[in-house]
Each structure stands twice: as structure tokens, then as C-alpha cells.
């Protein structure tokens, strides 16, 4: 082969080799912007995602202190109304008390004196008649009842249970406003 022949084959083969180099070279610059875009884009995805992941979280975080704001707020309301029940209650035994203490001394020092009504049938029947008559009040048809009066020492038992009892009472109407209050 002559060499003007093989120098322009080798001027092809250099032509071609340079050019597929070019072409390859470009190629993968365009590929690598596409990726370079593409890797970008999803990073600002997974950002974008992250921010409204935290913005939900910091959303819900207000949201909880919110509610427990309210919660605190209702317990304080509930504890002070409970304060308020207690103290009527203490005043409301106080008073029972007082009452039952007053009416205790006024029985020991025979200022006052407790009695009962007998039945007049059964009380003849038995041969007594020593009873005290109670005169006939306004309200009353029963002329003349037969009235009985208790010892002491008995009329004071009789206020001590009757003491008792109104203790309870108080307690537990105390109680049944403690859990009507806490049900609310």
C-alpha cells in the first residue's frame, strides 16, 4: 500500500478514534449532569420532606402542650372546687357538732329534758298513770297525749347516737359531692 494511502487510513482511524472519544467524552458529561439534576432533586425532596416532617412534629408538640395546658387548668378548677366542698363540709361537722355539744350540756344541767310519747292504751293497761299531759297544740287533734320523760344518762346515749348519725350523714353527703364533682 502506498503511504499517502496509509497515512489517510491513519487519519480515519485517528478521525474515528477521536471522534468516539468526543462522543463518549460528551455522553457521560451529559449523563452526568442528568445524574448530578437527579441526585439535586431528590435531596431537595428528602429537605422538603424532612421540613414538613418537623413542622408536623413541632404542630403535634403544641398541640399536646395545649391540650395539657387544659388538662393542668381543668385539675387546678377541680382541685379548687374540692378545697371549697371540704371546707363546707369541715364547717358543716363543725356545727353538728356544736349543736350536739350545746344540747348535750343543756341535758346534763336539766335545762332541757327529753320525753316521749306513750301510747295512753298500752300505758293504762299497765296501771300507770303518772305520765305528764301535753295540753293540745294548734296543730294537734290529740287532746291530752301521755308523755314520758327519759332519765339522763339515757336521753344523753340517745343524743350521742343521734350525734353519730348526723356525722355519717354529713360524711356522706360530703362524699356523694366529692364524686359528683370528680365525674363531671
Excluded at 335545762?111 to 301510747?119: E, G, P
Excluded at 305520765?131 to 297525749?145: I, L, P
Amino acid at each position: 500500500m502506498p503511504l499517502n494511502w496509509r497515512i489517510a487510513l491513519l487519519a480515519v482511524a485517528i478521525g474515528l478514534y477521536a471522534g468516539g472519544r468526543g462522543a463518549w467524552v460528551w455522553q457521560a458529561s451529559e449523563y452526568g449532569k442528568r445524574l448530578a439534576d437527579q441526585a439535586a432533586d431528590y435531596v431537595q425532596q428528602l429537605a422538603d420532606k424532612d421540613r414538613a416532617h418537623g413542622r408536623e412534629r413541632e404542630e403535634a408538640a403544641a398541640a399536646a402542650l395545649e391540650q395539657l395546658a387544659e388538662q393542668n387548668s381543668q385539675r387546678k378548677d377541680l382541685e379548687d372546687r374540692l378545697r371549697e366542698q371540704g371546707k363546707t363540709h369541715w364547717k358543716e361537722m363543725n356545727d353538728a357538732q356544736q349543736i350536739q355539744a350545746r344540747l348535750r350540756d343543756r341535758l346534763a344541767t336539766a335545762d332541757l329534758r327529753l320525753s316521749v310519747l306513750v301510747d295512753a292504751g298500752a300505758f293504762a293497761s299497765q296501771g300507770g298513770d303518772g305520765g305528764m299531759r301535753e295540753a293540745a297544740g294548734a296543730g294537734g287533734v290529740v287532746h291530752g297525749a301521755v308523755r314520758a320523760q327519759l332519765d339522763r344518762a339515757h336521753a344523753q346515749r340517745i343524743v350521742t347516737i343521734t350525734d353519730e348519725g348526723d356525722r355519717g350523714l354529713i360524711a356522706l353527703q360530703a362524699c356523694q359531692a366529692y364524686v359528683r364533682e370528680v365525674t363531671k
